[in-house]
């Protein structure tokens, strides 16, 4: 069964190659002193699934920072980390559009909001994988704050 691009349905869980299409650099509201975070969207790029656009939260606060750092080694990111520098924010911003990964997705149950998909692990690409040319991304904002 093919799941049509921009549908907000669930993902199977499965394991996908994912592109990154757009990232948002935020901090939470009111609270300026909170770490910041990325949203990232992704674009699934195989199988039934392919088109499928999929939103994960990347967090910068130090208990939770290293699921940004697998994100960055996956990619082959290998810029010095520093989350509160804004000029570091819009590097990894451009760095990271266009990027491929491979990604365990689970699905996340939630009885308020709905069940939404959550990435559990991120992997390299394989070698045999069809990696897209990483131009014409639009990105999102260049600047969240």
Excluded at 25 to 37: F, H, I, L, M, V
Excluded at 50 to 57: A, L, R, S
Excluded at 118 to 143: A, F, H, L, T, V
Aim: hydrophobic share 30%; aromatic share 8%.
């Amino acid at each position: 069964m093919k799941i049509a691009p921009k549908d907000r349905s669930v993902l199977p869980a499965d394991e996908y190659l994912l592109q990154i299409k757009k990232i948002e650099w935020k901090r939470k509201k009111d609270d300026s002193e909170a770490s910041p975070y990325i949203n990232v969207e992704c674009v699934v790029l195989e199988g039934d699934a392919e088109g499928f656009h999929m939103f994960e939260i990347f967090s910068t606060n130090p208990r939770a920072v290293f699921r940004l750092e697998g994100l960055l080694k996956a990619t082959g990111v290998t810029k010095e980390f520093n989350t509160n520098d804004e000029d570091w924010q819009r590097e990894m911003r451009l760095e990271l559009l266009g990027r491929t990964f491979r990604a365990k997705v689970t699905i996340q149950t939630d009885e308020q909001y709905g069940d939404k998909n959550r990435i559990s692990r991120i992997y390299k690409p394989k070698e045999n994988d069809q990696i897209p040319d990483r131009g014409d991304i639009d990105g999102g904002e260049d600047m969240p704050f």
